[in-house]
Nanobody, 113 residues
Framework: QVQLVESGGGLVQAGGSLRLSCAASGSIFRINAMGWYRQAPGKQRELVASITKFGDPNYVDSVKGRFTIFRDNAKNTVYLQMDSLKPEDTAVYYC???????WGQGTQVTVSS
């Protein structure tokens, strides 16, 4: 059983920054890709960024150049650094162990204009 616990969400003004963290239990973290998803009210959950077990990142076009995903395998933690935030980034953000059905509980990010 793997548990994923997100933290770091909050309220920020447009143009501001937040860093989300997702701490994973279990030893399989370092051999799995991880992803950050988000779901805004009335919209489908979308993959925002992912990172392979080797540390190679991928981003959805809407966040390229603004968000950075990185991981610390020694701490079993994946991060999402979010800069130049926009109101349309407002959503609940979830981390997921890719290829498995493990999700975190979600953390709310609200960007005010």
């Amino acid at each position: 059983q793997v548990q994923l616990v997100e933290s770091g969400g909050g309220l920020v003004q447009a143009g501001g920054s937040l860093r989300l963290s997702c701490a994973a239990s279990g030893s399989i973290f370092r051999i799995n890709a991880m992803g950050w998803y988000r779901q805004a009210p009335g919209k489908q959950r979308e993959l925002v960024a992912s990172i392979t077990k080797f540390g190679d990142p991928n981003y959805v076009d809407s966040v390229k150049g603004r968000f950075t995903i990185f991981r610390d395998n020694a701490k079993n933690t994946v991060y999402l650094q979010m800069d130049s935030l926009k109101p349309e980034d407002t959503a609940v953000y979830y981390c997921k162990m890719m290829g498995w059905g493990y999700w975190g509980q979600g953390t709310q990010v609200t960007v005010s204009s």
